[in-house]
């Protein structure tokens, strides 16, 4: 799961469920993009990698890019 996190100025923060522990397993830090972000998504491949896309700007209406980010395999 990629979401905004507005704990950490609307930053982008990511997460996988972890079967063994209970719960989520957060990648990475909290609110690691340089900018907040707008509508996020994440995909898994079948090797286990995950994809994360997100648009970097200043609200719904406004862009400022789009940009993409590889996890693991």
């Known amino acids: 799961m990629s979401y ?3 704990g950490y ?6 997460s996988r ?4 522990a ?3 397993t957060l990648l990475g ?5 340089e900018a907040s972000v ?3 998504r994440a995909r898994v491949t079948s090797a286990g990698g995950i994809y994360v896309a ?11 890019g789009v ?7």
């Not at 469920?17 to 063994?20: L, T």
């Not at 997100?54 to 400022?64: P, Q, V």
């Not at 940009?67 to 395999?73: D, R, Y």
């Open 4 to 6: 905004r996190d507005g």
């Open 9 to 14: 100025g609307g930053k982008l923060s990511v």
């Open 17 to 20: 469920v972890d079967a063994a």
């Open 22 to 24: 209970g719960g989520w």
């Open 29 to 33: 830090r909290r609110g690691w993009s």
């Open 38 to 40: 707008w509508r996020t």
């Open 54 to 64: 997100y648009e970097i700007g200043a609200g719904l209406e406004e862009a400022d």
């Open 67 to 73: 940009s993409v980010f590889k996890w693991g395999a």
